[in-house]
């Protein structure tokens, strides 16, 4: 079974500055998805960003980038120029492409601070 | 347009009483799925819906846990004689086809059993 572990339970970032989220998985695919969402206060899951295993560039979208090392199965994010609505829970996801009704395996989550 | 919506958005019951929650999918997306979001457990799968096909029910809890599709749109997550171990933000995502598209969220509905 798909796994996927985030290993910091929280970070705090001061304002315009950058902070790294971490995300690890274990799966025995070679095909899949990985995803970073957002969960604010409001409940509301957010993508951030999405790749796709078979693309070796990484993703970009805006002031959010991703490592992607499918060796080492690692897939971090980078927030660039932290913003106060940065702020929130962030969870890193998987979807094989073969797993039976597509569903994601979220890891625990890490919950940023922005720190005016 | 519209988004995927939820109600309620708070649920309070007690303990053996049956609850029915409803996710609103987006227009025109064919797949819906229920996940469950609990402090012990994180986040997990709990159904599946694609089209007419039969539901993938491999992550629901136990028997008092069902949920079905009507119409190929509105869906009804029903938890029968419901456990304290039950309260948790119950989330609905749906996606315009399995994959790869992306899963859209609502806005949860929080469930508190007394």
Not at chain 1, 58 to 85: C, H, M, P, Y
Not at chain 2, 8 to 19: A, C, R, Y
């Amino acid at each position: 079974a798909q796994t996927v572990t985030q290993s910091q339970p929280e970070m705090s970032v001061q304002e315009a500055e950058t902070v790294t989220l971490s995300c690890t998985y274990d799966t025995s695919e070679s095909d899949y998805y990985l995803f970073w969402y957002k969960q604010p206060p409001s409940r509301q899951m957010i993508l951030v960003i999405r790749q796709e295993a078979y693309k070796q560039q990484n993703a970009t979208e805006n002031r959010f980038s991703v490592n992607f090392q499918k060796a080492a199965k690692s897939f971090s994010l980078k927030i660039s120029d932290s913003q106060l609505g940065d702020a929130a829970m962030y969870f890193c996801a998987y979807r094989g492409i073969k797993a039976a009704g597509n569903k994601l395996t979220f890891g625990g989550g890490t919950r940023v601070l922005v720190k005016p | 347009g519209a988004g995927v919506s939820q109600s309620p958005s708070n649920k309070v019951t007690e303990k053996g009483k049956d609850v029915e929650l409803r996710c609103d999918p987006i227009s025109g997306h064919t797949a819906l799925y229920w996940y469950r979001q609990s402090l012990g457990q994180g986040l997990e799968f709990l159904i599946y819906f694609q089209g007419n096909s039969a539901p993938d029910k491999s992550g629901l809890p136990s028997d008092r846990f069902s949920a079905e599709r009507t119409g190929g749109s509105v869906s009804t997550l029903t938890i029968q004689r419901t456990q304290q171990e039950d309260s948790a933000v119950y989330l609905c995502a749906s996606s315009f086809s399995p994959s790869p598209d992306t899963q859209y969220f609502g806005p949860g509905t929080r469930l508190t059993v007394l």
